[in-house]
């Protein structure tokens, strides 16, 4: 068939000629919405099968358009059909395919619906799909953080506040707030598959349709939890990409934190891990270099991401209702995001799992920059009695004398201890290490080793209750 011709009769004859290249390479979208094809066909099937339910069309019509549409699946699976930009979208060329393939029974499909709530049922199947996969990518991730997170419940670290020494912790206790991070993004990604759980079909163009449809039948069909509410926001809505967004942009700034802590972490000036062979590159000049490559990677991609969610927001921001050519540039954010998202999630789950953690470089770094001060000054509140403020005072002239004996805090005689406060006991010297510091961080969410055990047992159960199937899944 003529493409040009075949791109006339789509429009039913309103050119007389077929647009210029220009305007033919700004209006296609088949260059990318193609990736939406299986979500198309799905739910073509979907309408045919509810207008020969509700005798709209005739059963054979009903029986040809699924053979039909089921042949160009396989088509397009097994690389054999051919995308054309003059049919300008995923939706023209299989329509037009089909009428190549069933004659006049191919036309009776779009009955009762638009190619604007068309392309609405097939992106929300799309990124609904690909939530369902950040959600079981963010699961691998928190299982690996709950395994290293055990091995080093006791591991001890410097806490840093500014980048600078604050208070010792153990390692298991940092990895356990990447956990919550994480955490609160699989929450984030549930929350956006209910909220987008509808299903835009019938809507049409902006009004519904005068034709006796059943939308419940559709919705059921395609997985939705229920047909959308009102017809004019189902086809200008596009929250749930820039929802999608936004949970990318966040997800991807925690996994940003966590590689520039990666890269630190792995410098000789740190020493505490080192990444294996298999998320690191060497330098073309420099035989020592080892660098962090994937983790420099991840921390760069997530500006990426970000660019993405405000593209968006700027094309959705001015547009009145209903549906505008504009919202055609959604879904190449949405498709390099996801893309992007899913490579972020698997090299960091990959680099947690494969780090070697040097215990002993972060038990050194802990006890520098006199980690233990809160400790002697809540210890002077506890068991001397003194207000917070004037053990603060108290402390304060403990750091200054040890820096300038250049000792650490445990190092000082107890007579240059009480020369500065009476009260001061020899009990004061089991709290001024860095081991007993983080075992007597016991409140609740604390960082000693058995608050972080209780915390790790808690995920292990929270995954396996949310490993549960997803329903409408």
């Known amino acids: 068939m003529n493409e040009n011709k075949a791109s006339n009769r789509m429009w039913g004859g309103r050119f007389a000629s077929g647009p210029d290249a220009i305007m033919e390479a700004i209006n296609a979208s088949i260059g990318f919405d193609k990736k939406l094809y299986a979500q198309d066909i799905r739910g073509s099937l979907a309408h045919a099968a509810m207008l020969a339910e509700t005798g709209i069309i005739s059963a054979e019509d009903e029986r040809k358009i699924a053979h039909g549409l089921n042949t160009i699946l396989s088509e397009i699976e097994d690389g054999k059909f051919e995308f054309s930009t003059r049919l300008e979208d995923i939706h023209m060329n299989v329509e037009a395919r089909l009428a190549e393939l069933i004659g006049p029974a191919a036309g009776r499909l779009h009955t009762a619906r638009s190619r604007n709530d068309q392309v609405a049922v097939d992106f929300r199947l799309w990124v609904k799909e690909e939530l369902q996969r950040v959600d079981a990518a963010l699961g691998r991730l928190i299982e690996a953080f709950l395994t290293r997170a055990e091995e080093h419940a006791?591991?001890?670290?410097?806490?840093?506040?500014?980048?600078?020494?604050?208070?010792?912790?153990?390692?298991?206790?940092?990895?356990?707030?990447?956990?919550?991070?994480?955490?609160?993004?699989?929450?984030?990604?549930?929350?956006?598959?209910?909220?987008?759980?509808?299903?835009?079909?019938?809507?049409?163009?902006?009004?519904?349709?005068?034709?006796?449809?059943?939308?419940?039948?559709?919705?059921?069909?395609?997985?939705?939890?229920?047909?959308?509410?009102?017809?004019?926001?189902?086809?200008?809505?596009?929250?749930?990409?820039?929802?999608?967004?936004?949970?990318?942009?966040?997800?991807?700034?925690?996994?940003?934190?966590?590689?520039?802590?990666?890269?630190?972490?792995?410098?000789?000036?740190?020493?505490?891990?080192?990444?294996?062979?298999?998320?690191?590159?060497?330098?073309?000049?420099?035989?020592?270099?080892?660098?962090?490559?994937?983790?420099?990677?991840?921390?760069?991609?997530?500006?990426?991401?970000?660019?993405?969610?405000?593209?968006?927001?700027?094309?959705?921001?001015?547009?009145?209702?209903?549906?505008?050519?504009?919202?055609?540039?959604?879904?190449?954010?949405?498709?390099?995001?996801a893309e992007t998202l899913d490579l972020m999630l698997a090299a960091m789950t990959g680099m947690v799992g494969?780090?070697?953690?040097?215990?002993?470089?972060?038990?050194?770094?802990?006890?520098?920059?006199?980690?233990?001060?809160?400790?002697?000054?809540?210890?002077?509140?506890?068991?001397?009695?003194?207000?917070?403020?004037?053990?603060?005072?108290?402390?304060?002239?403990?750091?200054?004398?040890?820096?300038?004996?250049?000792?650490?805090?445990?190092k000082l005689p107890l007579s240059d201890l009480q020369a500065i406060h009476p009260a001061i006991t020899q009990d004061v010297y089991s709290v001024l290490s860095v081991g007993n510091s983080v075992k007597s961080r016991t409140s609740y969410g604390g960082t000693a080793p058995t608050e972080v055990r209780r915390q790790i047992r808690y995920w292990r159960k929270r995954l396996k209750r949310d490993a549960r199937p997803e329903k409408n899944s």
């Open 154 to 337: 006791a591991t001890v670290m410097p806490g840093f506040t500014h980048l600078q020494t604050a208070q010792p912790v153990t390692f298991g206790h940092h990895l356990m707030a990447y956990v919550e991070m994480f955490g609160r993004d699989r929450s984030r990604v549930r929350d956006a598959i209910e909220r987008l759980d509808e299903c835009p079909l019938g809507a049409a163009a902006l009004a519904g349709t005068g034709f006796p449809i059943d939308r419940q039948m559709t919705a059921k069909a395609l997985g939705f939890r229920e047909p959308t509410r009102n017809s004019i926001d189902t086809v200008s809505d596009r929250d749930f990409a820039l929802e999608f967004l936004a949970i990318s942009s966040i997800c991807g700034t925690h996994l940003s934190r966590l590689a520039e802590e990666i890269v630190i972490w792995s410098t000789p000036q740190f020493g505490f891990i080192r990444l294996s062979d298999a998320f690191s590159t060497g330098s073309s000049i420099m035989p020592q270099k080892k660098n962090p490559d994937a983790a420099e990677l991840i921390r760069a991609k997530s500006g990426r991401v970000n660019g993405h969610l405000i593209g968006l927001l700027t094309v959705m921001k001015g547009l009145p209702l209903a549906y505008s050519k504009d919202m055609q540039e959604d879904k190449e954010a949405v498709f390099d995001t």
């Open 354 to 410: 494969d780090m070697e953690v040097n215990a002993a470089a972060m038990k050194r770094a802990a006890g520098s920059g006199f980690s233990t001060a809160t400790d002697l000054a809540d210890w002077l509140v506890r068991e001397a009695g003194l207000p917070f403020r004037e053990a603060h005072h108290v402390t304060g002239r403990a750091v200054a004398l040890a820096e300038e004996r250049k000792c650490a805090l445990e």
